[in-house]
């Protein structure tokens, strides 16, 4: 790769990490004013109320970011941050379209981007720790547990298209990809799904941040913009979960449109992926903390292997 090249990749990829989960958001407020029938997001600004997310970012600009007297200052500074660069990391391994539309190829690029989407609860975990607080320690003991919990499904489903593929790379899935894979790796797409959401925290999976729970968690302490990354971090989680799900078993690329418009296509399942998202948090009631962990260990799981297994079967029998 030339210096031009590289340039190139990496602010694409700066671009899609600084633009996209501002989209999510912006369409989150709109999806769910419509849902429920909100007034305030449809209307500030005028026009169906575009200046909503501008609002947004003022208010937590102008809000005092304090931070508390037995705090340990440097992790609970350093957490935001933590908790947000994982996903710019996740995003460059990501295919967007054929013919090296990538940020960079990676050989092991699964095992790398789930790896690198672990990493994200030492952010809630350091900002519980550091904030001197109790009730913000058992949140961040809460998010960890969850996140144990459900990244058990979510590697086997991911898994089961290694199997299928013979082959770890993301660009490698799909170039094997074929529509036929589509209903039969359906199931680990659903628990892929799921498991990705519930380690983001996102409704129904929210009770470690609800503030009727334990006052939202293990950002109780946080404010201003330092509040404002962490919920930035939710909406790039939310891109890259929905973006690997759309490249591991919906074809990525692959679709009607001639392969020079293949990104447009991955960028529109993943949009559709992104909605879904947003109607869940609309639609299902939060669970419990029990309800979560019996959710992930006798439904995700037992849907995972069961996924692995069939897949074995196909591969020895018709591939």
Known sequence: MDVLDVSLRIGGVLLAFLLLPLLVGQAEHKVMAHMQGRVGPMHAGGFHGWA?????????????????????RTLFRLAPAVALIPYLIVLIAIP??????????????????????????????????????????????????????????????????????????????????????????????????????????????????????????????????????????EYAGIVVISALTAVLFFGGWHGPLPDQLGWLWTVLKTAVLCFLVIWARVAWPRLRVDQIQRFAWTVLVPLALAQIALTGVVKVVFL
């Open 52 to 72: 909503q997310l501008v609002a947004d970012g003022v208010k937590f600009a102008q809000k005092e970011d304090v931070v508390p007297q037995g705090a340990d």
């Open 96 to 233: 967007v379209g054929p013919g090296g539309l990538v940020g960079e190829v990676i050989d092991a690029g699964i095992f790398f981007v789930l790896a690198v989407l672990g990493i994200g609860v030492l952010g809630s975990l350091m900002g519980g720790w550091a904030s001197a607080n109790k009730y913000s320690l058992l949140g961040g003991l809460r998010t960890a547990a969850q996140l144990m919990a459900y990244e058990l499904p979510l590697i086997l489903a991911a898994a089961s298209v290694v199997m299928a593929a013979g082959t770890l790379s993301l660009p490698g899935i799909l170039d094997t990809f074929a529509w036929w894979w589509v209903p039969w790796q359906i199931i680990g797409a659903f628990v892929f799904f799921t498991a990705g959401i519930a380690e983001l925290h996102r409704p129904p999976f929210d009770a470690p941040l609800a503030p009727e729970e334990i006052i939202f968690g293990a950002f109780t302490e946080y404010s201003g913009l330092r509040f404002a990354l962490f919920l930035l971090a």
